[in-house]
């Protein structure tokens, strides 16, 4: 069972929800793995700190053109192929800019000389340990690269399947989120009651509408801001799952790093209700 | 004449300042709101292009808007198709069903499947992404976009949006363009911050915010961009605020101020203004006096 924890806007709770989440199954007994996919800022690893055994560079595919072969200015094919620009044809010669490769592959398989090669480029390292005896796989991007996806779907391979795997997603609604959103089996969208939590949380709606995947909403921070989020919730007949309540306790807790499950008093109680209505949701779209 | 009245050649006309995070949820947005009330005549930008939430303060009033046509989208046209597999075959993204249909959110529009079809069933068709608006606002012009849900090609819309604010600031004389930045620091960031005279990076004294505060310093030093920090919910934590007010003495960035933990900042949110309307004489005098040490460091960069 793979659960994601999405959100749209970005610093709503999603990492809180995954590492309290996690902690409070673990402690009921249930195997449970989870996997940061939020490559950019992966910030998982600073509640449970696991101990990562595991370090492995994640590549992509990049061109590499032999001159001896290459034909330049009588060909030029590759260049004109390359939707991302990322071949040029310049003064007979064809130059590589490797930062704007998708690794496709399509240079290479139209290279009518087989002159051009795949080669690597490292776009970020994949770590894997445990928490106690919960697996953890998470992914950094290095600095300066702008291609996570790749990188996303190395570090869901890496995590093992288990009884749940639960799975913290990057904010916003483009390729990282639908990368790290492919073969969800439920969607945790978690937001706040502001406006800005609105707005992106109907973002997220539409999204994972259209990837048709089944979802439920967690409030965080509950009393905050204004009813707006319940209202749309109701008014879109989608289920509440849970609230976390505003609590300067609970948002210092966080801030030193700390899980709300067993630092926070009476907070272990708005998890065990969030995970009674994953169930029951998830019950419900089994039957 | 003295030296110090002459103009100076090398000065830009346009400053651009780019408020990013690195996290999500630190204030990004109401920051830029509330210093989009504050300084000289601007333009601004929303370069969250995924979660654009600016114009939820602004109430903009568009008064153009256009697609944004970018790349390509694979179609195989089933009449055509014989089912050969090929493109199943050579797609590296998984766009391509069992059925022999596109996904369309799996399709990098590379072009593979197009090239490698017998039959010619598989095309590529220009790729609708999202729209961008041009806004009249109560601070100024506002450029804003949607990227289509599950869309493709943040990167180039981000980029798109910059451009089309740049040359309303040329056209209007203003002298500064304020961009409301994405989080993380991938290809959106990247697109934002390319060739920006100062990135400000919002930060709050949380063990992730500074991990990621980190990361992001990181990222403007490899593109050699300019960095001020401001911490915002300073209440949450006095020790982490410390720790990265040291950060920034150790590293040699400035600190452009600090903002507390209160909750006019939500209250001004729900009211669809900037903490500085909402709040004039609290919170509005911190933005000012924020604001003051930023417009400082971009005069000194721009002698």
Known sequence: ?287 | MSPASKPNKNAKAIQEVVVISGKGGTGKTSVTAALAALGPKKVLADCDVDAADLHLVLAPDNIRTEDFIAGERAFINADACVGCGLCLEHCRYGAVSAQFEIINENCEGCGVCAFVCPEDAAVMLPRHCGVWHIAKTRFGSLVHARLGVAEENSGKLVTTVRQAARKLAEEQGASLILTDGPPGIGCPVIASLGGADLALAVAEPTTSALHDLKRVHDLTKHFDIPLMVIINKSGINEEITKTIGDYCKDNGVEMAGTLPYDNAFTQAQIRALSVVEYDPEGRGRDLLGLWNRIQARLDQDNQ
């Open chain 1, 1 to 287: 069972m793979r659960i994601v924890i999405a959100s749209g806007k970005g610093g709503t709770g999603k990492t809180t929800v995954v590492a309290n989440l996690a902690t409070y199954l673990k402690l009921s007994g249930l195997n449970v793995s989870v996997a940061d996919c939020d490559v950019e800022e992966p910030n998982l690893h600073l509640f449970l700190n696991p101990r990562l055994d595991i370090e492995k560079t994640t590549t992509v595919p990049v061109p590499k053109v032999d001159p001896e072969r290459c034909t330049g200015d009588d060909c030029g094919l590759c260049a004109q192929l390359c939707r991302f620009k990322a071949l040029i044809l310049m003064a007979g010669e064809v130059m590589v800019f490797a930062e704007l490769c998708h690794g496709c592959g399509l240079c290479t398989l139209a290279c009518p000389e087989k002159a051009i090669i795949e080669d690597s480029r490292i776009i970020g390292v994949v770590r894997s340990g445990m928490v106690g005896c919960m697996p953890f796989t998470e992914g950094e991007l290095r600095i300066g690269e702008a291609m996570s996806p790749p990188l996303i779907e190395a570090v869901k391979s890496a995590s093992p399947k288990n009884e749940v795997e639960l799975i913290d997603c990057p904010p916003g609604t483009s390729c990282p989120v639908i990368k790290s959103l492919d073969g969800a089996d439920f969607s945790v969208l978690v937001t706040e009651p502001t406006p800005f939590g609105l707005h992106d949380l109907d973002l997220a709606v539409q999204t994972l509408r259209q990837l048709r995947i089944p979802f439920g909403v967690v409030i965080n921070r509950d009393g905050m801001g204004n009813s707006c989020v319940h209202d749309y919730l109701e008014r879109e007949g989608i289920a509440l799952l849970g609230t976390i309540p505003h609590s300067l306790e609970a948002a210092q807790a966080y801030s030193r790093g700390q899980l709300h499950v067993g630092h926070v008093q009476g907070f272990e109680a708005h998890y065990a209700r969030l995970w009674d209505n994953i169930r029951q949701q998830i019950g419900e779209i089994h039957s």
